[in-house]
């Protein structure tokens, strides 16, 4: 995967790269001149445009804020970027700058450090997360975990190795579609079919090819699917409904789509905003109302009128960066790892799906948020990718091998 598409995984932003070094303030006046703009500036300044057109009216004005942040710190305009900054955190909702590199220059400003600590007294430590499972491969780069409730196993989809694993209760792990096999992409989100207890699965690669798998429980592939329509797309999180349609994320497209597995065909799913990013997914028991998070917030959609609206989060309260999503009881589960630092946290909806009722954080700034990214939920309890090492990959290639650990999938009871 190239860097900008690496950064989007870990903090769902688009504004960010692991090249780009930003100046500080002071160095940002020294009369030798502005700091050249990054390549992309063009791209940034129109999502800079659309996002300020969308503020007077969007529910969560922190959420637009961070990102607005972000990306003025990406052009090098730490100024404007401290600004935003102190906006979004006086909201008080969890987010916070310290945990990701896209504000990696502001570290050593004071006003940064003040702001940091503020969130810190906000929002404290929470650790009730426990250690699951083990694995023995260090080298996976996880991304998908998926709970198979008949056949009592998990599925865990590898990036760096590009195949899928499968694992027991007691941690004891093999393949399911080994490496090499069936030409797999990097693969990503993961979901059983809940009529056959088939598996579904998404792979794309930095070049922006992607595709959608069907595997019987038996590991046999039973389909590939991509669009022919030479766009670039990055397929990422998926729903399965009770008649076998599947819905997904296309993160690279900014866009999601609805596969027809009787007609083999994509429709665009339309919603009543522009997506940033589009990541985690959930379907509700209803089997009709679909959540989509991206780096604002979380978009419901009933998908018989293909009405859509935010959900509000309500005061003190954010759903935006959500990688993982799901839905438990009337509640969204979501692994958050866009907000700066990574939490695990419950929303109690209100009815209607309108607005958050009660959030509640599950995990926040522990030995399990290094870097979680998806999960599944089994019974009442939460499984999560607590280590993913997504920032020790670039280009589909390791960097530091020394710097890897056995993948910990760590639980946390629901409310």
């Not at 987010?95 to 929002?123: N, T």
């Not at 985690?280 to 991206?294: E, H, P, Q």
Request: glycine residues 6%; proline residues 5%; charged residues 20%.
């Amino acid at each position: 995967m190239t860097t900008i598409l690496k950064l989007r995984r870990l903090l769902l932003l688009l504004l960010a790269t692991l090249a780009l070094s930003i100046p500080t303030f002071a160095q940002q006046d020294e009369t030798r001149g502005a700091p050249a703009e990054p390549t992309d500036a063009a791209e940034t300044r129109a999502q800079i445009a659309a996002i300020e057109k969308l503020l007077p009216t969007f529910p969560d004005r922190a959420a637009a804020l961070f990102v607005l942040a972000a990306a003025h710190q990406h052009l090098g305009e730490s100024r404007d970027a401290m600004k935003l900054l102190g906006e979004c955190l006086a909201l008080s909702e969890g987010f916070d700058p310290s945990g990701g590199p896209e504000f990696a220059a502001l570290h050593s400003d004071k006003e940064f450090s003040k702001l940091i600590e503020k969130v810190h007294r906000d929002f404290p430590v929470v650790a009730q997360a426990r250690l699951a499972l083990v694995t023995e491969e260090k080298n996976l780069i996880p991304e998908g975990l998926a709970w198979d409730s008949n056949r009592k196993i998990f599925y865990l989809s590898s990036l760096a190795q590009k195949k899928i694993v499968q694992i027991t209760p007691d941690s004891h792990a093999s393949d399911f579609v080994p490496a090499n096999r069936d030409r797999l992409l990097p693969v990503l989100g993961i979901r059983l079919d809940p009529t056959d207890s088939s598996i579904w699965a998404n792979t794309e690669d930095d070049r922006g090819n992607a595709e959608l798998l069907h595997y019987s429980p038996d590991a046999k592939l039973l389909g590939r699917f991509s669009l022919d329509d030479r766009a670039k797309h990055g397929f990422n999180d998926l729903v399965v409904r009770s008649s076998g349609e599947v819905v997904l994320t296309d993160s690279l497209n900014n866009c999601a789509y609805r596969f027809d597995p009787a007609k083999k065909t994509f429709a665009l799913l339309p919603v009543h905003r522009e997506l940033i990013y589009p990541n985690g997914i959930a379907l509700a028991s209803d089997d009709k109302t679909l959540f989509v998070a991206d780096a604002l917030g979380v978009l419901s959609i009933d998908l018989q009128t293909l009405s859509s609206h935010d959900i509000n989060p309500g005061p003190h309260s954010t759903l935006a960066g959500a990688d993982g999503l799901y839905w438990y009881n009337g509640s969204l589960i979501a692994v958050q790892n866009g907000i700066g630092s990574s939490r695990i946290a419950a929303f109690k909806l209100s009815a209607g799906n309108t607005r958050v009722a009660k959030t509640t954080v599950l995990e926040n700034r522990s030995a399990f948020t290094s870097l979680p990214t998806t999960g599944a939920i089994r019974g009442s309890d939460f499984y999560f990718i607590s280590n993913s090492h997504l920032d020790n990959l670039n280009d589909g290639k390791i960097l530091d091998v020394t710097q890897l650990e056995p993948v910990r999938i760590a639980v946390v009871h629901l409310p």
